[in-house]
């Protein structure tokens, strides 16, 4: 299983331009989350999924967008970048169900908007 | 308004002895707890988990408390071991889809 995978690894952008992350995950898993971190501070949730289909907005929605078509993928869209989205985001996926809603993450994407 | 705080964003602990990460949170909805472990340029790695029916949970080394009351749990690695230096999130939710992170913990562990 090669779990959540990103794409790209790093990217910057210009200002105002667009983008998209991908995510992909292997483990068949329900829920899946989009994250990002700036410097020393925590991960917040700008998006998730608990199904295809499915989607809702997280702490950090403002300047996103996503879709979940398949259970596999969940893409973030960036539309119109400003310098406030520089940072590294994460993906996630979770079972869900069960009470196993412990979080695999991918390996980030490094954004820099300038 | 940050619901779940870490207070020390450092720790450094001796090879052998025992790690305490401290995690507070405000939102007594708040039900189900985890911890996560990172290391540089790579994402976060659950570590273990608790669930608010539970005051403690154990998975070999590390340990996990819950105080309701307080609202407050604690991460204890027992023995540290140098391949435990990381930044430690805790993370937590009232509803199983939206989680709260901490700043996190960075933990150095001295040979």
């Known amino acids: 299983n090669a779990g959540v995978t990103q794409t790209p690894k790093f990217r910057i952008l210009k200002i105002g331009q667009s983008m998209t992350l991908q995510c992909t995950q292997d483990?068949?898993?329900?829920?899946m989350y989009w994250y990002r971190q700036d410097p020393g501070m925590g991960l917040k949730l700008i998006y998730y999924s608990v199904g295809a289909g499915i989607t809702d907005k997280g702490e950090v929605p403002n300047g996103y967008n996503v879709s979940r078509s398949t259970t596999e993928d969940f893409p973030l869209r960036l539309e119109l970048a400003a310098p406030s989205q520089t940072s590294v985001y994460f993906c996630?996926?979770?079972?869900?169900?069960?009470?196993?809603?412990?979080?695999?993450f991918g390996p980030g994407t490094r954004l820099t908007v300038t | 308004d940050q619901q779940v705080k870490q207070n020390s964003p450092s720790l450094s602990v001796q090879e052998g002895r025992i790690s305490i990460l401290n995690c507070d949170y405000t939102n007594s909805m708040f039900d189900y707890f985890l911890w996560y472990k990172k290391y540089p340029a790579e994402g976060p790695t659950f570590l273990i988990s608790?669930?608010?029916?539970?005051d403690k949970n154990e998975d070999g080394r590390f340990t996990v408390f819950l105080n309701k009351s307080a609202k407050h749990l604690s991460l204890h690695i027992v023995p540290s071991q140098p391949g435990d230096s990381a930044v430690y999130f805790c993370a937590a939710s009232a509803t199983g889809n939206q989680f709260y992170f901490g700043t996190g913990t960075s933990l150095t562990v001295i040979p």
């Open positions: 608790i669930s608010s029916i539970k």
């Open positions: 483990m068949n898993h329900n829920y």
């Open positions: 996630a996926s979770s079972p869900g169900q069960g009470f196993r809603y412990e979080q695999y």
